[in-house]
């Protein structure tokens, strides 16, 4: 190769890799403030060391990657539009032949005249585009996570704060536990909500602040508590309660709802209904029920409104019964209403409870059937046989109000044809066609 | 590669002197010339196919013949046949073919057995009659005209025939400053006539001088590339080609491409192939080697438009080079 375009070729070598070393250098700070961004938000410490680690990595990069005389021919040809004389030299500089001479000095006069500014001009890598996206989408999504997971009043800060302040408050309580238990039990309680919730506002870590730091003043060097005056007590419970309004929001909502207030009274009183008639040892089994007669608006955890085995029911009956209540809500046991005829046993009283049946109406009589067979007490199935159950539904039967479309339709067909008036002329013959039909049945 | 340029630049101006407009044609036919190639030209009746051949004759130093091809000619009538001689043996004699320039008039009215006898004349450069091969005369050059409209009574040229043709070149109808500029110099007294400027040494030599141009590595990918895209089960194939096309350009079509190239190249005053001059000569070189299927012919595709589809899709470049 001529020593021309030797020196144009390190010239634009040297270019390449400056550029190269840009842009690399671009793309990592890109990849680096991702996990910058990931860092904030998630609290992490990360050394600002490491932003000198993308220099080295894109000199390394920008050095080590090889660039072809082949492609900086190409690279030159395109520039400086030289309709591929430079790689066409490149390739048969070694053959003697006049043209290639020629094309060889042609070549070398045409790069001296050219302004290499124009070759490899600077301009970022479209990866970069993408790599810019990155960061963008990492801080957006982040951002978006805590917006959802944390309170929509608190700023992205305080809601990692939420966390931590959670702990401390469960630490607090913890210290408070031999000398005021009643307290330290809801904070401890109050400090696991936050922690999982990570819903904290910014009074209630204020407060919380000046709880933990009056607490701080009275714990001594040993760490035993004193005692707390009663301003602090009153702090701590007023803060509690704040705080327990704003966790659960769910119960204010509760509060607020006059249709389940009705329900939740409703179902109040038939629990306090079946209290009074079952023992303390067996809660809520509605077997004791003081009328002993199926009553739907009597019945524990159901509301007037039908409602079974809604939360607050949960809260005052163990789980097991509101399922059972449920399976029972449309059912009614003809089993027991097919032995009514024979015997005067009841509905209700068999309502299902907690654990296994018991037998409450006695076990075998001493009565026979005319066959000899033992009679039971009524009402009480025992060992095998048939138990019939009829499912009722709430609605009445339904009727379908649509006209017989068939019939309606043939008519509506046949109608113009009887109408239509057949022409004098072809009345004999149709008369006649029909006759001869007649008569051929 | 001056005296290149300047014997082209000559015999263009000499047939423009007689020729009407198709300066490109005119380009292109000289082109075929310097490249060793023959051409198809294809244009309505009175267009001046013939006039150009004829025109091109008078500009060059070399024999001339013309043939007129009609459904009655027989292969004998152009090749030669062997005739009783006064000394009652057998003495071959030349025919029409044995000529350097050849105006094959409407070569699609003959019979395909006529058309055939053309094949070896065309590729090899000679003839072989009762077993005995006779050389053609160096630069041998067959220049074919058809009737694109006319189409009862033709046979249209054979695949293997089409082949042949280096170019195929069609005329358009001229604008309206041509016609103009044609009754001008046709109806005047003095009517222009074009003077001889190459000989056939000199043509021959050109010929040899155009084989030296060097080609790229990746000018002959591109045109490699370009060959292979007509084709529809390639790889490079376009969505057009797959669709329209039964059978792309054979290997005589890379040929004609980068010999075309190398001329126009010469041409451009540049001693490299570049990748514009295989785009100029991607149109003549190959619209007749791209046979299209039943669908194609339906749609009335033209093989243009493939090229044109393929020169678009296919990149100069499969590799770019690096990006920093």
């Known amino acids: 190769m001529k020593p021309e375009m030797v020196k144009t070729f390190i010239k634009i070598r040297w270019k390449i890799r400056i550029i190269s ?408 013959a149709i008369r006649l066609y029909f006759e001869r039909l007649k008569g051929e049945r | 590669m001056e005296d290149f340029r300047l014997a082209f630049s000559k015999a263009k101006l000499e047939i423009s002197k007689v020729i009407v407009g198709y300066e490109e044609i005119i380009e292109q036919v000289l082109i075929a010339l310097f490249s060793g190639g023959h051409i198809l030209l294809e244009g309505l009746p009175g267009l001046g196919k013939t006039l150009m051949v004829k025109t091109l004759a008078d500009t060059l130093d070399l024999s001339f013949s013309r043939i007129q091809f009609t459904p009655d000619l027989m292969p004998s009538d152009i090749i030669g046949t062997n005739i009783m001689g006064q000394d009652r043996s057998f003495h071959f004699q030349p025919g029409p073919i044995f000529a350097q320039i050849i105006l094959a008039d409407e070569i699609n009215r003959a019979t395909p057995k006529t058309q055939s006898a053309l094949l070896e004349a065309m590729q090899e450069h000679s003839v072989t009659v009762s077993g005995n091969l006779h050389r053609l005369k160096e630069p041998f050059f067959v220049m074919a005209t058809q009737n694109p409209i006319e189409m009862e009574g033709t046979y249209p040229l054979p695949e293997a025939q089409l082949d042949r043709f280096f170019f195929k070149l069609k005329l358009d109808f001229p604008g309206r400053q041509e016609l103009v500029n044609i009754i001008d110099r046709t109806t005047n007294p003095i009517i222009p006539r074009a003077e001889r400027i ?28 370009l060959i292979l895209a007509t084709h529809p089960n390639s790889e490079y194939s376009t969505s057009f080609v797959k669709r329209y096309v039964r059978y792309g350009a054979s290997p005589r079509g890379v040929q004609a491409l980068i010999l075309g190239a190398k001329v126009k190249a010469l041409i451009e005053g540049r001693f490299n192939v570049s990748f514009s001059d295989i785009r100029y000569v991607a149109k003549p070189a190959l619209r007749h080697r791209i046979i299209l299927n039943f669908e194609g012919e339906a749609e009335g595709m033209d093989t243009d438009e493939l090229i044109d589809n393929i020169i678009e899709e296919i990149p100069e470049l499969e590799n770019e080079p690096i990006k920093p």
């Open chain 1, 21 to 428: 070393f840009i842009n690399w250098l671009i793309e990592l700070y890109l990849y680096l403030s991702s996990i910058y961004i990931v860092s904030y938000f998630f609290r992490l410490d990360i050394r600002l060391d490491y932003l000198g680690i993308p220099i080295v990595l894109a000199a390394i990069f920008s050095v080590v990657k090889p660039i072809r005389d082949r492609d900086i021919a190409i690279i030159l040809d395109k520039d400086l539009a030289l309709e591929e004389r430079v790689i066409t030299t490149l390739e048969f500089d070694h053959q003697e032949s006049p043209l290639v001479s020629n094309l060889i000095i042609d070549t070398v006069e045409r790069l001296k005249n050219s302004n290499l500014k124009l070759v490899c001009r600077f301009r970022l890598r479209k990866r970069l585009l993408y790599a810019m996206g990155i960061p963008i989408l990492i801080f957006f999504s982040l951002f978006i996570y805590n917006s959802i997971q944390f309170s929509r009043n608190l700023s992205l800060s305080e809601g990692v704060v939420a966390s931590e302040k959670g702990k401390e408050i469960i630490s607090l309580a913890q210290q408070l536990r031999s000398e005021k238990p009643e307290i330290a039990k809801r904070l401890e309680a109050l400090g696991k909500g936050i922690e999982e919730k990570k819903v904290l506002q910014k009074e209630n870590i204020a407060t919380l602040d000046k709880i933990t730091k009056e607490i701080d003043k009275e714990t001594d060097s040993s760490g035993n508590t004193k005692n707390i005056n009663v301003e602090l007590k009153k702090i701590l419970e007023l803060t509690a309660s704040k705080l327990d309004m704003e966790n659960n929001p769910s119960k204010n909502n509760q509060e607020i709802s006059p249709q389940r207030k009705e329900s939740n009274q409703t179902a109040e009183d038939s629990n306090r209904g079946n209290e009074k008639g079952s023992s303390p040892k067996e809660p809520n089994t509605g077997q004791d029920n003081s009328s002993g007669i199926l009553d739907k608006n009597n019945m524990p955890g159901i509301g007037k409104n039908g409602n079974t085995g809604s939360s607050e029911d949960k809260t005052t009956n163990p789980p097991s019964q509101a399922g059972s209540r449920e399976d029972n809500g449309g059912i009614k046991d003809l089993g027991e209403a097919s032995s009514k005829e024979n015997n005067t046993i009841q509905e209700g009283g068999t309502l299902p409870g907690k654990g296994e049946r018991e037998n409450k109406l006695g076990e075998e009589t001493p009565r026979k059937t005319e066959e000899g067979a033992p009679q039971f007490v009524p009402g009480i199935p025992k060992g095998e046989g048939e138990i019939k159950i009829e499912i009722k539904g709430f609605g009445k039967a339904t009727s379908s109000n649509i006209p017989e479309a068939g019939g309606d339709v043939k008519k509506s067909a046949e109608d113009p044809l009887a109408k239509e008036p057949i022409p004098p002329e072809y009345r004999e």
């Open chain 2, 198 to 225: 190459l000989d056939g040494e000199t043509i021959e030599a050109k010929k040899l001088e155009v084989r030296e141009v060097p080609v790229a590595t990746p000018v002959k990918d591109y045109a490699v590339r």
